[in-house]
């Protein structure tokens, strides 16, 4: 157990919606990244978070959005839905935000039909 | 941008054989960690690598980070079933701590 928790474990959602994706880092981390994780595309960094400031962007749509929340929890919003959407989307957190290892959580499965 | 190239993206072996999976990178990384992901599950972090020519060894498990820090490997010795998953390196460099995933290298092992 990482001690990253992230809900729910699987959506199923249809084209054109939007989706919110909940993510608890582990006690003492200040830190949250959001990886988007596909068979073509492999391990996409989406966007980072820390202390409740967003530090780094990645290749993250305009159609999707994050938040950290002063808890340090953190949602990922995915609005108009397409096919294509269709992953498994990790959070993953650390302590500082700097080159150390991260923590990843189990993942959210995103089916979008 | 960054580009973390990942070979072989497949290996079977048979238990007991040894594997190894190679990491490049388009640029020179400040460091590189290697992560396991077991099939159905999360990736994990096993080490991290930052100085140049860098050996750091883990039972069976062999990590080395190039000496112009742009390549690294990691090398299993006597594979067992409990070995399968997938092997990704990330790096990150120019100043940037998010590390940038290779493709990964997905290990079966046959019994």
């Known amino acids: 157990d990482s001690g990253v928790t992230q809900t729910p474990k699987h959506l199923i959602t249809a084209t054109g919606q939007r989706v919110t994706l909940r993510c608890s880092p582990r006690?003492?981390?200040?830190?949250v990244y959001w990886y988007q994780q596909s068979l073509d595309q492999g391990l996409q960094f989406l966007i980072q978070y820390y202390n409740g400031e967003e530090r780094a962007k990645g290749n993250i749509l305009e159609r999707f959005s994050a938040q950290q929340f002063p808890d340090l929890h953190s949602e990922l919003n995915l609005s108009s839905l397409e096919l294509g959407d269709s992953a498994l989307y990790f959070c993953?957190?650390?302590?500082?935000?700097?080159?150390?290892?991260?923590?990843f959580g189990s993942g959210t499965q995103l089916s979008v039909l | 941008g960054q580009q973390v190239m990942q070979i072989p993206q497949y290996q079977h072996v048979q238990e007991g054989e040894d594997f190894t999976t190679y990491c490049n990178s388009s640029?020179?990384?400040?460091?590189i960690q290697w992560y396991k992901q077991r099939p159905g599950g999360h990736p994990v972090f096993l080490i991290q690598?930052?100085?140049?020519?860098e050996v750091k060894k883990q039972k069976r498990l062999t990590f080395q980070f190039g000496e112009a820090k742009k390549n690294s490997s990691l090398h299993i010795t006597a594979t067992q079933t409990t070995d399968v998953g997938t092997y990704f390196c990330a790096g990150s460099s120019g100043g940037s701590y998010i590390p940038t995933f290779g493709r990964g290298t997905s290990l079966i092992v046959h019994p």
């Open positions: 993953a957190s650390s302590l500082q935000g700097g080159s150390e290892k991260l923590f």
């Open positions: 690598l930052v100085k140049s020519g």
């Open positions: 006690s003492g981390d200040l830190s």
């Open positions: 640029t020179t990384l400040s460091n």
